[in-house]
């Protein structure tokens, strides 16, 4: 017999009901999905946002990466390289939501203060020992500490070095690099005109952060500084703008080649490294590439490193040298949902033993690896390069110099970009270049 399809005494009043809690289920916002712990056997991605310049090549990289995945079968670390002038703004737009896109960031030390105070990097302080503290150089944790709090671990302890082909040095009649900017220039005219060099040297100065690593580079060579103790910008007082007219008239008289103007590191490391010029600033990785590399270099054998140069009037003054500090670090983002699993692989890629074994473009930021005894012999004989490039750092780290650490760094490095570009350009002269910039950071700094 059919059921019949009337309800009983009472239905309505419960239809009612079930409607109204229906309704008002659908009123109330969902709760936010919880992370779960994942299954066991089940791999876990790490995803890491790193760059593509400096430091450890991409091959090295992806090495380190598979050993970590080696010793830790429940992870997977997935590497996204990106050139080093698109690492902030990707970061800001993967990381600032509830969902970030990666577990683990490479950040330089100018943004550790901007991503701290927005809340994206994970407060590790109580994950860092005390050995681990004692053991790395304290300049080291300046890279990745905010307020006291240390919210990653430091890792490209690097600077810029002056690089200089021996070969074409040689055949010029010098048997010694430049000390002085000035010298530089003396040398060059006489490279050009015994056709060894169309340029002498060439420059990071696109419009772009490495512009501002080689203007900090000559500004402090030239006794100057960027910025007063008050955070006031003197860039625009006669040191900064002495620097930045040798810069135009550089490229004026031929001593830098004017491909400079649109140049980043490794356009700098091409040109060298086809030996088409004799001197060259970049980052340590440059010589282990050029002096060693036969696929990537026709000068192998003909790299030298020598202490960056100053200009003569700050030499006189004690001034001996002068260069960029470029460090940076990496840190947890807050809300991955793998932070214990992302610090294990944060401490792994910054250990002392990774770090020694993959020094060719890394030097280690661990001091007690450069105290006389095992390990300092141990660093010197992982590579051909390190017996040259680990006394370098020693002998350069005590002239290098930070980028400013304010707040808005990244609006003020782009006024000096600007700033640079225009001056080189000749579309402004050097003085009304860097005014301009700095009345638009001192408005920056009223707002």
Not at 314 to 325: E, L, N, P, Q, V
Request: a negative charge.
């Amino acid at each position: 017999m059919r059921k019949s399809l009337k309800p009983r005494a009472g239905g309505w009043m419960l239809a009612l009901l079930i409607m109204a809690a229906v309704l008002l289920a659908a009123c109330v916002p969902a709760a936010a999905p919880q992370a779960t712990a994942p299954e066991a056997g089940a791999v876990t991605p790490i995803r890491v946002l790193t760059m593509q310049q400096a430091g450890p090549t991409p091959e090295e990289m992806d090495a380190i990466a598979a050993e970590f995945n080696a010793a830790h079968p429940e992870a997977k670390v997935e590497l996204t390289y990106v050139a080093y002038d698109a690492l902030h703004d990707k970061i800001v737009t993967s990381v600032s939501g509830d969902n970030p896109a990666y577990d683990v960031v490479l950040v330089d030390d100018i943004w550790f203060a901007q991503f701290a105070d927005a809340g994206w990097l994970l407060d590790a302080t109580d994950r860092v020992d005390e050995t681990t503290k004692n053991e790395i150089f304290p300049a080291a944790w300046e890279i990745s500490t905010v307020g006291g709090k240390i919210y990653g671990m430091p890792w490209l302890l690097d600077q810029k070095y002056f690089f200089y082909n021996t070969e074409i040095l040689a055949a010029a009649g010098f048997d010694a690099p430049p000390t002085t900017w000035e010298e530089l220039t003396a040398m060059g005219k006489v490279m050009v005109e015994k056709g060894l060099v169309d340029y002498p040297t060439t420059w990071s100065w696109a419009q772009a952060e490495a512009a501002i690593c080689d203007y900090v580079t000559l500004v402090f060579g030239n006794g100057g500084e960027l910025f007063d103790v008050d955070a006031k910008p003197v860039f625009n007082q006669g040191k900064g703008v002495e620097a930045l007219t040798w810069m135009v008239n550089s490229i004026a008289d031929g001593t830098s080649n004017p491909a400079s103007i649109s140049s980043v590191e490794e356009d700098v490391r091409n040109v060298f490294s086809q030996g088409k010029v004799a001197f060259a600033s970049n980052w340590v990785y440059m010589y282990d590439m050029a002096q060693n590399n036969a696929d990537e270099s026709l000068i192998t054998g003909k790299v030298g490193m020598a202490l960056m140069p100053a200009f003569q009037a700050a030499k006189d003054a004690g001034t001996a040298s002068a260069t960029i500090d470029g460090s940076m670090g990496f840190a947890v983002v807050d809300k991955s949902p793998n932070k214990d699993l992302a610090w294990e692989y944060v401490k792994y890629l910054t250990s002392k033993p990774v770090q020694t074994k993959y020094s060719a473009h890394l030097l280690p930021m661990w001091q007690t690896a450069y105290a006389d005894g095992p390990e300092l012999d141990a660093l010197l004989a992982i590579n051909p390069s390190n017996p040259v490039t680990v006394p370098m750092f020693k002998e350069q780290f005590p002239f290098s110099h930070v980028r400013p650490k304010v707040p808005y760094y990244t609006e003020a490095s782009l006024a000096m970009q600007i700033a640079i570009q225009e001056a080189l350009s000749g579309s402004k002269t050097p003085q009304e270049a860097l005014d301009d910039a700095a009345a638009k950071i001192v408005e920056m700094q009223t707002k």
